[in-house]
């Protein structure tokens, strides 16, 4: 399969040298696995085992003496797949970790560490976590046209240069914008994960989207949870899809999946750890004016949204394309490590996004077409007075009483 260079490749690498055990954390089919292989490839003295593969699995469950015998002992690496597979694997691994120090090992696990990295509590101090997350729209457009990304980089530059220097917003012409825009489309619909940008036609990508969602079910949730609730799931996701970027409505999501209050939450924590959504807090100060408690719900990929709902109509037939933008700058966000918020008042004024950054407040509202200011955005501007405030649009790059206009597809230079 084609290799797409991940940026998390090089923090891989320089981190190698350290004796911290890596785990790389993310959905299924993101390219844990590529990755790891791409880096075990480039390495010698190291060995590539996975825990799908019972026989291996087994012995490291219950003869972990025996196990680093066979595959640590002799080698300076060691990159375990599937790790979540291993129940107490912390355990398991802190014992390789103390008594084999000069190996180096690198795990992966299709959830969050919290729930299938089994007993990590005994690894504090002893691992660093990274978040591998499907494609970024910067890998997605890199694999996709080189000399584009390139120069996209320089107008990225220009713009990170203008926003703490103030120095002066480059031109982004409109044939450049253009060509811009048609792989954000194609990326807006589609999403990011690596299998399904290599595809060839929509109906392969369609084809490898019912695929991930199906094994979803089947790995996730039946083999890894040992749930026997995926109906009631299934129709959780679909409504949480529906109600993307909305602020939840709990009694709503009970009436349609059938779980009762506790279930419920039990099932959007697991939705959450296994990177299929995650529910966005809002940011406040004054109790008294602000929303405090209730979430928005957004996804980690737009593809993985779409193939719930059936819908790949193109960017310009949407009637949710307000919806899939502001879930965009969702991932964009979050994959870049940022917390996300949103602010919202009793009187509904409302902000898309609050990110804290270097400890100063960034404000993001999201329009699907051209918009000079919102009066929601300038009462926060006016209240908070944020290092940066940001209208994103499909096209516009300007700077106007303050208020910087950012297209889509710049997101990355906050």
Same mark, same amino acid.
């Given at each position: 399969?084609?290799?797409?260079?991940?940026? +998390?490749?090089?923090?891989?690498?320089?981190?190698?040298?350290?004796?911290?055990?890596?785990?790389?954390?993310?959905?299924?089919?993101?390219?844990?696995?590529?990755?790891?292989?791409?880096?075990?490839?480039?390495?010698?003295?190291?060995?590539?085992?996975?825990?799908?593969?019972?026989?291996?699995?087994? +012995?490291?469950?219950?003869?972990?003496?025996?196990?680093?015998?066979?595959?640590?002992?002799? &080698?300076?690496?060691?990159?375990?797949?599937?790790?979540?597979?291993?129940?107490?694997?912390?355990?398991?691994?802190?014992?390789?970790?103390?008594?084999?120090?000069?190996?180096?090992?690198?795990?992966?696990?299709?959830?969050?560490?919290?729930?299938?990295?089994?007993?990590?509590?005994?690894?504090?101090?002893?691992?660093?976590?990274?978040?591998?997350?499907?494609?970024?729209?910067?890998?997605?457009?890199?694999?996709?046209?080189?000399?584009?990304?390139?120069?996209?980089?320089?107008?990225?530059?220009?713009?990170?240069?203008?926003?703490?220097?103030?120095?002066?917003?480059?031109?982004?012409?409109?044939?450049?914008?253009?060509? +811009?825009?048609?792989?954000?489309?194609?990326?807006?619909?589609?999403?990011?994960?690596? *299998?399904?940008?290599?595809?060839?036609? &929509?109906?392969?990508?369609?084809?490898?989207?019912?695929?991930?969602?199906?094994?979803?079910?089947?790995?996730?949730?039946?083999?890894?949870?040992?749930?026997?609730?995926?109906?009631? +799931?299934? *129709?959780?996701?679909?409504?949480?899809?529906?109600?993307?970027?909305?602020?939840?409505?709990?009694?709503?999501?009970?009436?349609?999946?059938?779980?009762?209050?506790?279930?419920?939450?039990?099932?959007?924590?697991?939705?959450?750890?296994?990177?299929?959504?995650?529910?966005?807090?809002?940011?406040?100060?004054?109790?008294?004016?602000?929303?405090?408690?209730?979430?928005?719900?957004?996804?980690?990929? &737009?593809?993985?949204?779409?193939?719930?709902?059936?819908?790949?109509?193109?960017?310009?037939?949407?009637?949710?394309?307000?919806?899939?933008?502001?879930?965009?700058?969702?991932?964009?966000?979050?994959?870049?490590?940022?917390?996300?918020?949103?602010?919202?008042?009793?009187?509904?004024?409302?902000?898309?996004?609050?990110?804290?950054?270097?400890?100063?407040?960034?404000?993001?509202?999201?329009?699907?077409?051209?918009?000079?200011?919102?009066?929601?955005?300038?009462?926060?501007?006016?209240?908070?007075?944020?290092?940066?405030?940001?209208?994103?649009?499909?096209?516009?790059?300007?700077?106007?009483?303050?208020?910087?206009?950012?297209?889509?597809?710049?997101?990355?230079?906050?």
């Amino acid at each position: 399969m084609t290799y797409i260079k991940r940026d +998390l490749q090089q923090i891989i690498k320089d981190n190698l040298t350290r004796p911290e055990i890596i785990a790389i954390i993310g959905p299924r089919q993101s390219g844990k696995t590529t990755l790891m292989r791409y880096i075990f490839n480039t390495l010698e003295n190291a060995e590539f085992i996975s825990f799908e593969d019972r026989k291996i699995l087994e +012995l490291f469950i219950e003869d972990e003496k025996t196990f680093a015998d066979l595959y640590v002992k002799n &080698n300076h690496y060691l990159f375990i797949d599937e790790f979540q597979y291993a129940e107490e694997g912390g355990k398991k691994l802190k014992y390789i970790y103390d008594h084999y120090p000069d190996s180096k090992i690198v795990i992966s696990g299709s959830s969050a560490s919290g729930v299938t990295i089994h007993g990590i509590k005994h690894l504090i101090g002893r691992i660093f976590v990274f978040n591998l997350y499907p494609l970024s729209f910067d890998e997605f457009l890199r694999f996709k046209n080189k000399a584009l990304f390139t120069t996209f980089l320089e107008k990225k530059e220009a713009i990170r240069e203008h926003i703490s220097k103030d120095g002066k917003l480059p031109q982004v012409s409109k044939p450049l914008m253009k060509m +811009l825009n048609e792989i954000y489309q194609e990326y807006l619909i589609y999403g990011g994960y690596p *299998r399904v940008a290599v595809s060839k036609s &929509n109906e392969e990508k369609e084809t490898v989207l019912k695929n991930i969602y199906s094994t979803y079910f089947l790995r996730e949730i039946k083999d890894i949870f040992s749930l026997t609730t995926d109906f009631n +799931l299934s *129709r959780l996701i679909k409504a949480q899809s529906i109600q993307l970027g909305d602020l939840i409505s709990y009694h709503s999501l009970q009436e349609v999946s059938g779980f009762d209050h506790k279930g419920l939450l039990t099932h959007l924590n697991i939705l959450e750890k296994t990177f299929i959504c995650k529910r966005v807090n809002p940011y406040f100060t004054n109790k008294r004016t602000e929303i405090i408690k209730v979430p928005k719900v957004y996804f980690y990929d &737009n593809g993985f949204r779409n193939i719930i709902i059936d819908d790949f109509k193109i960017y310009s037939l949407r009637q949710d394309i307000g919806k899939l933008n502001e879930n965009f700058i969702f991932t964009q966000l979050t994959y870049a490590g940022m917390e996300v918020k949103f602010w919202r008042t009793k009187s509904k004024a409302e902000v898309d996004f609050i990110i804290e950054k270097g400890g100063e407040l960034i404000a993001i509202e999201s329009k699907s077409s051209y918009s000079s200011r919102t009066r929601s955005l300038m009462n926060f501007k006016n209240k908070y007075d944020p290092f940066l405030t940001v209208i994103t649009c499909p096209d516009m790059l300007k700077e106007d009483k303050g208020v910087l206009h950012l297209p889509f597809v710049f997101i990355s230079v906050l």
